[in-house]
Nanobody, 118 residues
């Protein structure tokens, strides 16, 4: 089982990044997926979520209007499009795939660093 994030990096304020989360080894299409981030000195927080059928959770105010989550079940991937990035978006971003119905599972990726700085 693998859940791998990619697409992070150093970007200037106001620019965009697209994070990818790719899965292997489990039934990804039946999972819900969330993106979380952990900013320096802060607890991990939820920034986006999408159901197995593509329904999207309300975004927190901190990213609403700037971040968009989407999924491509055929390619076993979930994306986080991040626009108009701000220095306070600097964090390690994690992908989380889970299924609450039987058979249950809960997987986390290793995280990808996003740094927003001029």
């Amino acid at each position: 089982v693998q859940l791998v994030e990619s697409g992070g990096g150093l970007v200037q304020p106001g620019r965009s990044l697209r994070l990818s989360c790719t899965a292997s080894g489990f039934s990804f299409s039946t999972s819900a997926v969330t993106w979380h981030r952990q900013r320096p000195g802060k607890e991990r927080e939820l920034v986006a979520g999408i159901s197995r059928t593509g329904g999207v959770l309300d975004y927190p105010d901190s990213v609403k209007g700037r971040f968009t989550i989407s999924r491509d079940n055929a390619n076993m991937a979930v994306y986080l499009q991040m626009n108009n990035l701000k220095p306070e978006d600097t964090a390690v971003y994690y992908c989380h795939a889970f299924r609450m119905a039987t058979p249950q599972y809960d997987y986390w990726g290793q995280g990808t660093q996003v740094t927003v700085s001029s």
